[in-house]
T-cell receptor
Framework: DQQVKQNSPSLSVQEGRISILNCDYT??????FLWYKKYPAEGPTFLIS?????DKNEDGRFTVFLNKSAKHLSLHIVPSQPGDSAVYFC?????????????FGSGTKLNVKP | KAGVTQTPRYLIKTRGQQVTLSCSPI?????VSWYQQTPGQGLQFLFE???????NKGNFPGRFSGRQFSNSRSEMNVSTLELGDSALYLC????????????FGPGTRLTVT
């Protein structure tokens, strides 16, 4: 049951431009969302999170937007840098019911061209 | 602070065998979660342990089991290995009972032949 979907397996952007990575979910009970970045041969690294009481959260160059009615979240990276090239995963949890049980998307591979 | 460590990093097993993977969380972290990553499937949640108790469980068959020790180290066991069990197994630790931020280890690459 793929409750979290990342429909774009890959994305290529120019250095300095905006990268927008998208994520959709189906379970309306999800109330906490995270984004991770993964380099080859390493485990995922936590990037940014958002709870359902917010619709936006910023951390430096990274901003996550949540649209609960559309069950959609997106990660914006501005400006994109070559070091951002990695696989990005979104994850969701229904914290009231299954704390720390996260459902992950299949990932989007971002390539930032110099 | 040392990160999450997983041993072994690589493992080759034969169908029908069993395997045990180990995860040492960040010092002070009491929650350990296990995930299976296969190509195109993303990370799939196996189970989570907190203070030696399984707190959450994913949709995997009973061949997949785990445990957590009093020092928070965790082991995952897969019995009667199948070819489809070939994957990267990741563990993640988080501090505190209500902490969402998970820190992942580098994973154990299991190949079943």
């Amino acid at each position: 049951d793929q409750q979290v979907k990342q429909n774009s397996p890959s994305l290529s952007v120019q250095e300095g431009r905006i990268s927008i990575l998208n994520c959709d979910y189906t379970n309306s009970m999800f109330d906490y969302f995270l984004w991770y970045k993964k380099y080859p041969a390493e485990g995922p690294t936590f990037l940014i999170s958002i709870s359902s009481i917010k619709d936006k959260n910023e951390d430096g160059r990274f901003t996550v937007f949540l649209n609960k009615s559309a069950k959609h979240l997106s990660l914006h990276i501005v400006p994109s840098q070559p070091g951002d090239s990695a696989v990005y995963f979104c994850a969701a949890s229904a914290s009231l019911y299954n704390f720390n049980k996260f459902y992950f998307g299949s990932g989007t591979k971002l390539n930032v061209k110099p | 602070k040392a990160g999450v460590t997983q041993t072994p990093r690589y493992l080759i097993k034969t169908r029908g065998q069993q395997v045990t993977l180990s995860c040492s969380p960040i010092s002070g972290h009491r929650s350990v979660s296990w995930y299976q990553q296969t190509p195109g499937q993303g990370l799939q949640f196996l189970f989570e342990y907190f203070s030696e108790t399984q707190r959450n469980k994913g949709n995997f068959p009973g061949r997949f089991s785990g445990r957590q020790f009093s020092n928070s180290r965790s082991e995952m066991n897969v019995s009667t290995l199948e070819l489809g069990d070939s994957a990267l197994y990741l563990c993640a630790s988080s501090g505190g009972e209500l902490s969402y931020e998970q820190y992942f280890g580098p994973g154990t690459r299991l190949t079943v032949t």
